[in-house]
C-alpha cells in the first residue's frame, strides 16, 4: 500500500515538472512581443499555482486512504479468533472507486471463511477432548476394576510378552511389573500350562478358547487350584499404521474351594456307602442263616433276630442323622423355636443317657445353674444336641470315668458344657473331629458309631440357633465340648 501511495506521488510531482518545463519554453518563446510575454507569464504562475493546489489536495487524500487503510489493518490485526464472523469483522472503510475496494472485500471474506472454519474447528476440538476425557474416565475406571479384581489376568502380545497384569495376578506369580526389565511371558511366570495355553490360543487365526485346571502354588508356599481361561483377540499397533496383532489372555478364576467340596464329596459318598455296607451286611448274613434253616433252636434265632433289629435301628440312625444334617444344610428343616429353660432341656437330657452310663460305670455329675437360663430354641433339636454330646463324653470315657454337664450365664449367652476324663483329641482331631464321619482311628475301637453325632450337634447349635460349639481337649485326660446360645431377650 506504502509503494502505492509513493508511485502516486511521484507520477504527481513528474507532471507537475512536465507541465513546468512546456510552459518555460512556452513563456522564453522569442518570437513574441513583451505584451504577450507578460500575459504568458502570468497565466504559467496561475498554472503553477493551481497544479501545486491539486498536487497537494491529491497528496493529502492519497494520505488519508493511507492512514484510513493503516488503521483498519491495525483493527483486523486485533481481532481475536473469536471475532472472525460476518457480524464481527470490519467492514470495508474504502470507496468503491478506490483501487483497495476489490482487495479489502476479497480480505473480509476471507478472514469470516477462516472464522468459520475454526469454529468448526474449535467445535470438533470441543467433542474430540470430551471424548478423550470419557474415554481417559472409562479407562481409569477399567484399570480400577481389572486392578481390584480378586481372579488373576494375564494377557500377552504376539511377541510373548507381557501386556497386561493385574495385581492378583503379580501377587500369585510373585513378581513387580513396575521393577523387572523383562516382559518375557517364560520368564516371570513359572507355569508351563499356562504358558502353553497362552501361546497354543495366540497363534490361531480365529477365535479360540481353551480352559483347563492349574494347581499353582503361592508365594506361601501354598497350592490352589485354578480354572483358566485363555482366549485370543486382535488389537491394533496403536501408532496408526492400522496394523494389527494377534493377543491372548488368560483369566484365572481360585476353585480350590470347589475342588475341596468335590473331595469331600466323595469322601462323603465313601463314607456312607461304608456305614451303610457294615450294617446292611450284618442284616443280610444273618438273614441268609434264617433262610437256609441252620439256625434249629430258639435263643439261637432271637439272638440272631436281635442282631437284625440292632443292625436296622444302626442303619436307620444312620439314615435320619443324614436326612436331619441335609436338612439344616438346606434350610428345609421346620425350626419350632419357644422361649425354653435350658436347664429343663439338658436335665431330660441327662434322664435319657443315665442308662448308658450306668452300664459303664461312669459318673455322670448334674452341675447346672441355680439360675433361669432362657433360650429361644427348637426343643426337639436342641435335646438332641445335648444327647449327642453327652452320648459321645460316655462312648469315649473308660468305666469308672467321669462326666459333667454344666451351664451357666455370661454377659449376652448362656453357656452349657459336657466335660469328661476320657481318652481326649490331639490338635489335629480337634480341627476334624466336627466333620462328616470323621473318627479318631485310635479310638474307633472303643464305641460303634457313625461319626455323625457331632456333626449334628454342631450344625443344630451354629445353623439353627446361632451359637456356637467348640470343644477343648487334652490327649489322655479329657474333652470339654461347649455350646454359647445367645440369650432369649437377646433374641427377642
Keep these: 500500500m506504502s509503494l502505492r501511495l509513493k508511485s502516486g506521488t511521484s507520477l504527481s510531482v513528474l507532471a507537475v515538472i512536465v507541465s513546468t518545463g512546456l510552459a518555460l519554453a512556452w513563456l522564453f518563446d522569442l518570437g513574441i512581443g513583451m505584451a504577450a510575454w507578460v500575459t504568458r507569464l502570468g497565466l504559467l504562475m496561475v498554472s503553477i499555482a ?108 504376539t511377541f510373548d510378552e507381557l501386556i497386561l497384569v493385574n495385581g492378583s495376578a503379580e501377587r500369585l506369580f510373585d513378581f513387580d511389573r513396575t521393577s523387572t526389565e523383562s516382559r518375557a511371558l517364560n520368564q516371570l511366570i513359572q507355569c508351563e500350562s499356562l504358558i502353553e495355553m497362552l501361546t497354543q490360543v495366540r497363534r490361531r487365526k480365529g477365535k479360540a478358547q481353551r480352559t483347563n485346571d492349574l494347581k499353582l502354588e503361592g508365594p506361601d508356599g501354598k497350592s490352589k487350584w485354578y480354572n483358566a481361561t485363555a482366549y485370543n483377540f486382535v488389537a491394533r499397533d496403536g501408532i496408526g499404521s492400522g496394523a494389527q496383532e494377534n493377543n491372548a489372555v488368560a483369566v484365572l478364576r481360585d476353585i480350590s474351594g470347589q475342588k475341596a467340596m468335590q473331595k469331600r464329596h466323595a469322601e462323603f459318598v465313601s463314607a456312607v456307602s461304608h456305614e451303610m455296607k457294615t450294617p446292611l451286611s450284618g442284616i443280610k448274613a444273618y438273614v441268609e442263616l ?67 452310663a450306668n452300664q459303664k460305670h461312669i459318673d455322670l455329675c448334674n452341675d447346672l445353674s441355680q439360675m433361669y437360663l432362657g433360650v429361644l430354641a427348637d426343643r426337639d433339636m436342641l435335646l438332641q444336641a445335648s444327647i449327642n454330646l453327652l452320648s459321645n463324653a460316655i462312648k469315649y470315657t473308660p468305666g469308672g470315668g467321669k462326666v459333667t454337664l454344666r451351664s451357666r450365664m455370661q454377659v449376652e449367652e448362656v453357656l452349657f458344657e459336657v466335660e469328661d476324663t476320657g481318652v481326649g483329641l490331639e490338635e489335629e482331631d480337634q480341627q476334624r473331629v466336627f466333620e462328616k464321619f470323621y473318627r479318631v482311628d485310635k479310638d474307633k475301637n472303643m464305641a460303634v458309631g457313625t461319626g455323625l453325632g457331632l456333626s449334628l450337634a454342631k450344625h443344630i447349635a451354629e445353623d439353627v440357633h446361632g451359637g456356637k460349639l467348640t470343644v477343648e481337649s487334652v490327649a489322655g485326660k479329657g474333652s470339654t465340648f461347649r455350646i454359647a446360645m445367645p440369650l432369649a431377650a437377646q433374641l427377642v
Design 290 to 356: 434264617l433262610a437256609d434253616g441252620e439256625v434249629e433252636d430258639e435263643d439261637t434265632k432271637e439272638e440272631f433276630l436281635g442282631i437284625i433289629n440292632s443292625q436296622a435301628d444302626r442303619l436307620q440312625r444312620l439314615i435320619e442323622n443324614l436326612l436331619n444334617i441335609a436338612r439344616i444344610e438346606a434350610g428345609a428343616v421346620e425350626v419350632k423355636k419357644q422361649p425354653q429353660s435350658l436347664n429343663e432341656v439338658l436335665e431330660e437330657a441327662l434322664r435319657i443317657v443315665q442308662p448308658a
Design 50 to 157: 493551481l497544479a501545486a493546489i491539486a498536487s497537494v489536495l491529491l497528496i493529502r487524500r492519497i494520505q488519508s486512504s493511507g492512514k484510513t487503510i493503516r488503521h483498519y489493518i491495525d483493527a483486523l490485526c486485533q481481532l481475536e479468533p473469536h471475532d472472525l464472523c460476518a457480524d464481527k469483522v470490519l467492514k470495508n472503510p474504502v470507496r468503491r472507486d478506490n483501487p483497495w475496494d476489490k482487495t479489502f472485500n476479497q480480505l473480509q471474506n476471507r478472514l469470516v471463511e477462516y472464522g468459520e472454519r475454526l469454529q468448526i474447528a474449535e467445535q470438533a476440538r470441543a467433542r474430540a477432548e470430551i471424548r478423550c476425557q470419557r474415554l481417559s474416565a472409562e479407562r481409569q475406571q477399567m484399570s480400577e476394576v481389572l486392578e481390584n479384581l480378586s481372579d488373576p489376568v494375564v494377557a500377552i502380545d
